[in-house]
C-alpha cells in the first residue's frame, strides 16, 4: 500500500501538485489516475486525459514529425501538430530521427504528443526532468494556456515549478508500509 | 485506429530488417539438411516438406525479442492502455501485423526451398497451403511468448523453450498433411491453428499489462 484516504477534485482550470520524497507513490498516483494501475479502494474518474510518462514512446528511427504524427492520429488531432511543435520550440526537428535528439530533446517532444492530444486533463510525471531553464519555463507557459483553455493538469514533480493557483497534494510514506 | 497501429507495426517489421533475416535464416536451416544427409534427391525429396516445417518453426522464433520487449520499454503500451484501447486487441492488431512481415517473405522462401530439395510441385502446394493455415498461429504464439518474455535477461534463448514445444502439433500436422489423403491433417492444422490465433490475444494482453505494472 503507498497511500490511502486520498480525495483530489480537479475543476477546470485547476492544478494539482504531487510531491513527496523519492518512492513515496508519485508516479503511482499519476498512472492510476492514467488508469494503467488499479486503485486497492475507491475510484478514478477522469474525462479524456494524456500522460508524460518517464518514456517517450516516439519510435527512434521516425522523423520527430512523423513519430508524433502516429500518435495524432490515435488521438484525432493531426492538424495540431504542427502547432504543438511549435510551441515547444522543436519545428526546425521535424524530420530529425527521434533517436538523434537529445534527453531535453525527447523530453520535449513527448510534451508536444500532450499539447497535440487535445486532452482535457494533462497527468504529467516529471515534466522538468532534462529540460534546461528556458525549457522550463516555456513548459510553465504551456500550463498556463491549458488551463487557460479550461483543462486541468496533475503534475508530480520534484523541482518547483510556477503553477500559480495549484493545490499541493503532499504524499508521505504510510508508518505502516511494508512495501 | 487499429489500421494505425497495423500499419506501424508493419512498417516496424520491414524496417528493422526483420523480414529478411527471418528468410535468410529458413534458406539456412533448409539447406543445412542436405549437407547434413547427402545429395540423394530422392531421399530429400521425401523430407524435403518436413524439413521446410522445421524451418519455418525455428524462422519463427528469431523475430520474438522486437515484438514486444522494446514498446514495453519504451512506454507505448503505456501510452496506448492511457488512450483506452485493450491490450488484448493491442496485441491481436500485433499479431496480424507480425503475420503479413512475416508469412509472405516465408512462403516466398518455401518455393527457392523446395527448389533446393528437389520437392515435387505438388508437394509444394501441400507446403504452402499448410504454411498459409500455419503461419498465423505461429504469429499469435510469437507475440504471446515474446510479451510472456519481456524484459527478462535471455529472453531469445527462453522464448525458444516456450514457443517450440507449443509449436509441436503445428509442425506434426503441417508436414502429417503431406502424405497422401492429407486432408484430415489439413482440418486439425487449421483447428490448432485457430485454437491458438483466438487464445493468444488475450494471453499477450494480461502478459503486457503485467509486464507494465
Redesign the interface.
Known amino acids: 500500500m503507498l497511500f490511502a484516504g486520498l480525495d483530489l477534485r480537479l475543476a477546470a482550470g485547476a492544478a494539482a501538485v504531487v510531491t513527496g520524497p523519492n518512492g513515496v507513490g508519485k508516479s503511482s498516483l499519476l498512472r492510476l489516475c492514467a488508469g494503467l494501475l488499479a486503485p486497492a479502494a475507491g475510484r478514478v474518474v477522469a474525462p479524456s486525459r494524456t500522460l508524460l510518462g518517464e518514456a517517450a514512446a516516439l519510435d527512434p528511427e521516425l522523423p520527430l514529425g512523423r513519430a508524433l504524427d502516429f500518435w495524432a492520429r490515435l488521438d484525432g488531432g493531426r492538424g495540431r501538430v504542427a502547432a504543438a511543435l511549435e510551441a515547444v520550440e522543436l519545428a526546425t526537428l521535424r524530420d530529425v530521427p527521434v533517436k538523434m535528439l537529445s534527453t531535453g530533446q525527447r523530453r520535449r517532444a513527448a510534451l508536444a504528443r500532450v499539447v497535440a492530444s487535445g486532452a482535457a486533463l494533462w497527468l504529467l510525471d516529471e515534466p522538468a526532468n532534462g529540460l534546461d531553464v528556458a525549457a522550463v519555463a516555456r513548459l510553465e507557459a504551456l500550463v498556463a494556456a491549458h488551463r487557460a483553455g479550461g483543462g486541468a493538469v496533475l503534475v508530480a514533480t520534484h523541482v518547483p515549478l510556477a503553477l500559480p493557483g495549484a493545490q499541493a497534494v503532499e504524499l508521505t510514506a504510510m508508518a505502516d508500509a511494508p512495501c | 485506429?487499429l489500421i494505425?497501429?497495423i500499419a506501424?507495426d508493419v512498417r516496424?517489421g520491414y524496417?528493422?530488417g526483420g523480414a529478411t533475416l527471418v528468410v535468410i535464416f529458413f534458406l539456412l536451416v533448409a539447406t543445412l539438411f542436405p549437407f547434413a544427409i547427402g545429395p540423394d534427391a530422392a531421399l530429400l525429396a521425401r523430407i524435403g516438406g518436413g524439413v521446410i516445417w522445421a524451418a519455418a518453426l525455428l524462422a519463427a522464433l528469431l523475430p520474438v525479442e522486437r515484438l514486444v520487449a522494446p514498446d514495453l520499454?519504451?512506454?507505448?503500451f503505456?501510452?496506448?492502455?492511457?488512450?483506452?484501447l485493450s491490450l488484448a486487441l493491442v496485441a491481436a492488431a500485433r499479431m496480424v501485423a507480425h503475420w503479413l512481415t512475416f508469412a509472405p517473405p516465408l512462403m516466398a522462401a518455401a518455393v527457392a526451398a523446395a527448389g533446393l530439395l528437389g520437392l515435387p510441385g505438388v508437394l509444394l502446394w501441400r507446403v504452402e497451403l499448410g504454411l498459409l493455415i500455419g503461419t498465423p498461429a505461429l504469429a499469435a504464439l510469437a507475440v504471446a511468448v515474446a510479451a510472456l518474455t519481456a524484459g527478462f535477461r535471455g529472453a531469445g534463448a527462453l522464448a525458444g523453450l516456450l514457443m517450440l514445444p507449443l509449436a509441436v502439433p503445428l509442425l506434426i500436422f503441417g508436414a502429417g498433411a503431406l502424405a497422401e489423403g492429407g486432408a484430415g491433417a489439413f482440418k486439425l492444422l487449421a483447428a490448432t491453428s485457430l485454437l491458438l490465433v483466438a487464445g493468444s490475444p488475450f494471453v499477450a494482453g494480461a502478459a503486457i499489462r503485467a509486464g507494465?505494472?
Request: charge should be neutral; avoid cysteine.
Open positions: 485506429m494505425a497501429l506501424r516496424r524496417a528493422g520499454e519504451q512506454g507505448v503505456d501510452q496506448l492502455a492511457v488512450r483506452g507494465m505494472d
